[in-house]
């Protein structure tokens, strides 16, 4: 992130920006935000991205200069598909989830929900898999809180900085909308959930130009009270609706260019 790193002795880079949208007709959208740390030796992953980040998750961390055996701590902060399928790139690091996440994603039905079954009960019996509680120092000034209400384990992960800090929220608070009206979207529990963006809230607030991270969105920082973003969203489709494979028709996916709806 331009102009805030390092922090707490690593360079912060978004790989991936999540997008806080959801598909009106082709179900769960999952562009979920990758990122990844370097600093104090290692090289940390926090979420991976699904299936269709695959391919772009090779590519940025290439872009980069980092190969998948390179990356040594992979930290999820919960079970979903949009953040954890490809831990099975990332097989020699160290490859961390919250205890409670991990036991309550084992019992969920298949087929059923946004739980990858094979992928978890795989991960259950991984060598390399590190089980977090809450409170826990991650690595060198990151520490894992527990912040239910998306997931009953979801875990939300702080690095302190020497004067700021960066939460990395994920989906515990996965958009803007959500921070700012203190509801949140797809909760099992919404008095839970509120509660967790009020804890988010007072980290945020306890130290001036600290920078959250969500799930689905861009970074913010806190200005006069208010989140700020900071970078430019990126989202389009091209999409082919002639006869041939070289004219397509692009769709901006931002706030400039469609029309909302409240
Ligand atoms: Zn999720």
Same mark, same amino acid.
């Given at each position: 992130?331009?102009?805030?790193? +390092?922090?707490?002795?690593?360079?912060?880079?978004? !790989?991936?920006?999540? #997008? +806080?949208?959801?598909?009106?007709?082709?179900?769960?959208?999952?562009?979920?935000? %990758?990122?990844? *740390?370097?600093?104090?030796?290692?090289?940390?992953? $926090?979420?991976?991205?699904?299936?269709?980040?695959?391919?772009? !998750?090779?590519?940025? *961390?290439?872009?980069? =200069?980092?190969?998948? =055996?390179? /990356?040594?701590?992979? *930290?999820?902060?919960?079970?979903?598909?949009?953040?954890?399928?490809?831990?099975?790139?990332?097989?020699?690091?160290? %490859?961390?989830?919250?205890?409670?996440?991990?036991?309550?994603?084992?019992?969920?039905?298949?087929?059923?929900?946004?739980?990858? @079954?094979?992928?978890?009960? @795989?991960?259950?019996?991984?060598?390399? *898999?590190?089980?977090?509680?809450?409170?826990?120092?991650? &690595?060198?000034?990151?520490?894992?809180?527990?912040?239910?209400?998306?997931?009953?384990?979801?875990?939300?992960?702080?690095?302190?900085?020497?004067?700021?800090?960066? $939460?990395?929220?994920?989906?515990?608070?996965?958009?803007?909308?959500?921070?700012?009206?203190?509801?949140?979207?797809?909760? #099992?529990?919404?008095?839970?959930?509120?509660?967790?963006?009020?804890?988010?809230?007072? &980290?945020?607030?306890?130290?001036?130009?600290? /920078?959250?991270?969500?799930?689905?969105?861009? +970074?913010?920082? !806190?200005?006069?009270?208010?989140?700020? #973003?900071?970078?430019?969203?990126?989202?389009? &489709?091209?999409?082919?609706?002639?006869?041939?494979?070289?004219?397509?028709?692009?769709?901006?996916?931002?706030?400039?260019?469609?029309?909302?709806?409240?």
């Amino acid at each position: 992130m331009a102009g805030l790193n +390092p922090v707490g002795g690593y360079e912060i880079d978004v !790989l991936v920006q999540g #997008y +806080p949208g959801r598909s009106l007709y082709h179900g769960w959208l999952g562009w979920s935000t %990758i990122v990844l *740390l370097r600093g104090h030796r290692r090289v940390v992953l $926090i979420d991976t991205g699904g299936f269709n980040q695959r391919k772009l !998750l090779a590519d940025r *961390l290439s872009e980069r =200069g980092v190969t998948p =055996g390179q /990356v040594t701590d992979l *930290l999820l902060s919960h079970s979903h598909f949009d953040h954890t399928m490809n831990w099975t790139r990332f097989r020699d690091a160290r %490859i961390a989830i919250g205890r409670v996440e991990l036991e309550w994603c084992l019992q969920q039905p298949w087929g059923e929900t946004e739980v990858p @079954e094979l992928y978890m009960r @795989e991960l259950q019996a991984w060598p390399g *898999l590190r089980l977090l509680e809450d409170g826990e120092e991650v &690595l060198p000034g990151i520490t894992a809180r527990l912040a239910p209400g998306h997931t009953p384990g979801h875990l939300i992960f702080i690095l302190r900085g020497e004067d700021h800090d960066v $939460i990395f929220l994920q989906d515990a608070v996965k958009n803007r909308a959500e921070l700012v009206s203190r509801q949140i979207d797809m909760t #099992y529990d919404a008095a839970v959930a509120t509660a967790t963006v009020e804890m988010v809230w007072g &980290l945020w607030r306890s130290r001036p130009g600290s /920078v959250v991270v969500p799930g689905h969105d861009l +970074p913010m920082r !806190l200005e006069d009270g208010l989140p700020r #973003y900071l970078g430019e969203r990126r989202a389009a &489709l091209a999409a082919w609706f002639s006869d041939n494979l070289q004219c397509t028709t692009e769709f901006e996916l931002t706030a400039d260019s469609l029309k909302s709806h409240s």
